[in-house]
């Protein structure tokens, strides 16, 4: 299996639809079939078709004017979402409790569930709190790594992220990546 590098891929063929710009390592050229299946599930799921055009349309209407929160309010009553699920870690509480306050404002049915529902951390907990309550789509604020993705796996509706945890750098998960001492630091070197 050849390895799929995208991120390495400075042509930007995929985007005029030229396989034959593409380099040898294009998803395109190694991954046709999946690709494939895309496109049909794209074209065929309603689901996921409105989901593309509501990102599409709120993408265009706030590019460069809207802060997430406020994406994520018009994406949801484009969609037509009314109940929304809030998973927040306990360290987050002040900041969920802003993000409730605002959704409510706009009309929204929030219900948040805190990561210590039963004393420890429980992301399985939170996802069937809010299964059971019938939530249309959930919001993880600030999980732990790992709890985020259990969270995910369980959580019968959608899920977006509003916050990734990092105490280090304030919740600004892209910084190492921008940072020069931090990419520094972070890459491993043979010894």
């Known amino acids: 299996m050849v390895k799929v590098e995208c991120v390495y891929c400075d042509s930007k063929?995929?985007?005029?639809?030229?396989?034959?710009?593409?380099?040898?390592?294009?998803?395109?050229?190694?991954?046709?079939?999946?690709l494939d299946e895309a496109g049909k599930i794209r074209v065929s799921d309603p689901f996921v078709k409105k989901v593309e055009e509501t990102a599409r349309v709120v993408g265009s209407e706030g590019h460069g004017k809207w802060p997430r929160v406020r994406e994520l309010i018009e994406f949801s009553k484009q969609m037509g979402i009314r109940k929304?699920?809030?998973a927040f870690c306990v360290g987050l509480r002040e900041e969920t409790r802003v993000l409730c306050r605002i959704l409510e404002s706009h009309g929204f049915e929030v219900n948040s569930v805190a990561c210590t529902v039963e004393g420890g951390c429980n992301p399985v907990g939170q996802a069937m709190v809010l299964n059971h309550l019938g939530t249309e789509l959930n919001i993880i604020m600030g999980l732990c790594m790992g709890h985020d993705i259990l969270f995910s796996r369980f959580s019968k509706a959608p899920v977006t992220t509003l916050v990734v945890k990092d105490r280090v750098t304030c919740h600004n998960t892209v910084a190492?990546?921008?940072?020069?001492?931090?990419?520094?630091a972070l890459i491993k070197r043979e010894s």
């Open 13 to 34: 063929a995929c985007t005029v639809d030229d396989l034959e710009q593409t380099p040898p390592f294009c998803p395109r050229r190694h991954a046709r079939e999946a």
């Open 84 to 86: 929304i699920g809030v």
């Open 176 to 184: 190492p990546l921008v940072c020069r001492y931090w990419r520094n």
